[in-house]
């Protein structure tokens, strides 16, 4: 268990709709990253936030976009959902500080099936 | 731009035998390197790292030593079980890059039979 907790776990949306997905980071952690698995590939890097400023995008169009909160939860936000858009949504996050600085502690994920 | 390459699966093996998964990389700098595993229906949890050249990761009886030379990080056990049986992910994030964003390799599927 990392502490790191994400809703919902399922998601089902039609194409075109817009979809919001939650992430509550580790105690201590003020950092959160975003990330895509497509089924059987890894991980692709969406975003970053750090102190509820974006800190860092890879290559999804603008209509994937976040906020964080003053408590350090985030939101991932995607607008007018296409088919591809189906993978699991893996939060993760960490803290530029410390021992174990920039480790990123990953949610179990929410799982997105567009129709 | 940085990449990682692993061994393809699925890798099948029957309990207690060796495992070896493959992994190299390419980057711009002197990245950390990482090994993540995803158990059935679950996020990834963090194996082991490495952080700079000769360092040894190891966790759970799994050792990966980051080899500068030939640009490579591979896994290794010496007896596997059966709750072994996961997808295993090979990452890097380079030292440049101060906040630790991770880039993966596609991930290789271990299967462990009785």
């Known amino acids: 268990e990392t502490g790191v907790t994400q809703s919902p776990t399922h998601l089902i949306k039609t194409r075109g709709q817009q979809v919001t997905l939650r992430c509550s980071s580790q105690?201590?952690?003020?950092?959160v990253s975003w990330y895509q698995q497509a089924l059987g590939q890894g991980p692709q890097f969406i975003f970053q936030y750090y102190r509820e400023e974006e800190n860092g995008r890879g290559n999804f169009p603008p209509r994937f976009s976040g906020l964080q909160f003053p408590n350090y939860s985030s939101e991932l936000n995607v607008n007018a959902l296409e088919l591809d858009d189906s993978a699991l949504y893996l939060c993760a996050s960490s803290r530029p500080t410390g021992l174990a600085k920039n480790i990123q502690y990953f949610g179990a994920g929410t799982r997105l099936s567009v129709l | 731009g940085d990449s990682v390459t692993q061994m393809e699966g699925p890798v099948t093996l029957s309990e207690e035998a060796c495992l070896t998964i493959n992994c190299t990389y390419t980057a711009t700098g002197y990245p950390s390197l990482f090994w993540y595993v995803q158990y059935p229906g679950e996020g990834l949890q963090l194996l082991l790292k490495?952080?700079?050249?000769?360092d040894k990761g190891s966790n759970k009886g799994f050792e990966a030593t980051y080899r500068k030379e030939t640009t490579s990080f591979h896994l290794e056990k010496g007896s596997v079980q059966v709750s072994d049986s996961a997808v295993y992910f090979c990452a890097l994030s380079e030292i440049a890059d101060s906040w630790g964003k991770l880039q993966f390799g596609a991930g290789t599927q271990v299967v462990v039979t009785p």
């Open positions: 105690s201590g952690h003020n950092t």
């Open positions: 490495a952080t700079k050249a000769d």
